[in-house]
């Protein structure tokens, strides 16, 4: 890597605290890529029938244009991501696939109306990627070439796995935050009851500022403490002893981020509590400016904590047509997202432990959720999607 590839990889991060700079930075990457431009799609299932829409794409689009494209050719897009996301749901890495396999015979491809609508701007072939292999229908990354380039080439594809996986989790990372920091006054946002415990460490892991939630969370699970040097320090348990090693790195080392590709939230450190099925989800990323801030300075950290025990915000119905579950399901879902214990949803629900259990593994299944700490991840994560809003430029 050079040193702008390093830049773009630390503005990426910066992101996570200030939503407003990705279109900027999709069109950099973009460009890094010898691409027109670039998108992150969503599939929606919360409408009659399922809907591309555009979670950010690169500033040099016209937000009409791309609402007209969305809409226009919403029908073949859903089958063409579709076939995206089949070639490349396989494995942990961020795969981008040429559209030249999304037919068996490039010639039917180019007669899609959808591509003839994109030459008109100068706009042929795509490659597409999963950017989250847990969550299939969310954070699909588009790449758009020009009529004079042709298909992705194979250079190109492999330029982009320096950046995807670090874009796959700091939107995964960020997305409870979105609607706060696009007010962008981070301190007055994250000062907001926002159900998420924040923090933001200095370059030696010095702390610069908690919210409410994170000091709860130090006080009342004793996982974090503030050693004498000011410093945020994870407290080794005898159960886990190497989650305290895992902090460490998270919090010293900028290298050790973006490692697990497209299941970017299985770089967080799980810390299991006395009550089971309880634990703490954090996360860590590198930041370095923000809006509020200025230059924090190379070094510095964001970390969040979600604490299963207490609720999160929870769609219910955007969740249930997102997953396609059945309304007892979603009942369940919803007292999960207000921190009941399983104990507590067999009493609240009449039903017998072992029917709540089913339920939970029924859950876990349809969601690609790993445990029960994953599922309020994933909870939390999907009820507070943001679609972002791009200036016309």
């Known amino acids: 890597m050079d040193a702008d590839d390093i830049d773009l990889i630390s503005r990426i991060y910066d992101a996570a605290l200030d939503?407003?700079?990705?279109?900027?930075?999709?069109?950099?990457l973009a460009h890094k890529l010898s691409a027109k431009g670039s998108f992150v799609f969503e599939l929606r299932l919360d409408q009659t029938s399922p809907q591309v829409t555009a979670r950010t794409y690169s500033s040099n689009y016209v937000p009409d244009v791309v609402s007209w494209y969305l809409k226009k050719f919403n029908e073949q897009e859903i089958?063409?991501?579709?076939r995206f996301a089949e070639l490349s749901q396989q494995g942990n890495s961020v795969d981008l696939i040429s559209d030249i396999y999304l037919r068996d015979r490039l010639s039917d491809l180019l007669a899609q109306p959808n591509i003839a609508a994109m030459t008109k701007y100068d706009?042929?072939?795509?490659?597409?990627?999963l950017l989250n292999k847990d969550l299939v229908n969310v954070d699909r990354f588009a790449l758009q070439y020009s009529v004079d380039h042709g298909p992705i080439r194979q250079e190109e594809a492999i330029k982009?796995?320096?950046f995807l996986p670090h874009i796959a989790k700091v939107l995964g990372l960020s997305r409870p935050l979105e609607s706060q920091m696009l007010r962008r006054d981070v301190f007055e946002a994250l000062v907001r009851d926002i159900g998420q415990g924040v923090a933001i460490l200095g370059p030696r892991g010095a702390i610069l500022y908690v919210n409410r939630e994170f000091e709860r969370c130090m006080q009342e699970h004793k996982v974090f403490r503030k050693a004498t040097d000011g410093t945020l320090q994870m407290i080794e348990t005898s159960g886990e002893p190497d989650h305290a090693k895992r902090y460490h790195d998270l919090v010293s080392d900028d290298a050790a981020h973006g490692h697990f590709g497209a299941r970017a939230r299985r770089e967080a450190i799980v810390v299991e509590l006395s009550q089971p099925g309880v634990a703490l989800f954090v996360e860590i990323c590198p930041i370095?400016?923000?809006?509020?801030?200025?230059?924090?300075?190379?070094?510095?950290?964001?970390v969040t904590v979600i604490d299963t025990s207490r609720q999160v915000k929870c769609d219910t119905v955007r969740l249930q047509t997102f997953y396609q579950l059945?309304?007892?399901?979603?009942?369940?879902?919803?007292?999960?997202?207000?921190g009941r214990t399983n104990a507590e949803i067999s009493e609240i629900r009449n039903r017998s432990p072992d029917t709540i259990k089913t339920q939970m593994k029924a859950l876990m299944r349809k969601t690609n959720s790993q445990n029960r700490t994953d599922l309020v991840h994933m909870i939390n994560n999907l009820s507070s999607a943001?679609?972002?809003?791009?200036?016309?430029r």
């Open 19 to 28: 939503p407003s700079v990705w279109p900027e930075l999709m069109l950099r």
């Open 79 to 82: 089958v063409d991501q579709s």
């Open 123 to 129: 706009l042929k072939h795509r490659a597409g990627a």
């Open 160 to 162: 982009a796995s320096l």
């Open 288 to 302: 370095e400016r923000s809006p509020s801030t200025g230059t924090l300075g190379q070094g510095c950290r964001l």
């Open 326 to 338: 059945s309304p007892t399901e979603a009942s369940v879902l919803e007292l999960i997202a207000q």
């Open 386 to 392: 943001v679609t972002y809003k791009t200036e016309v």
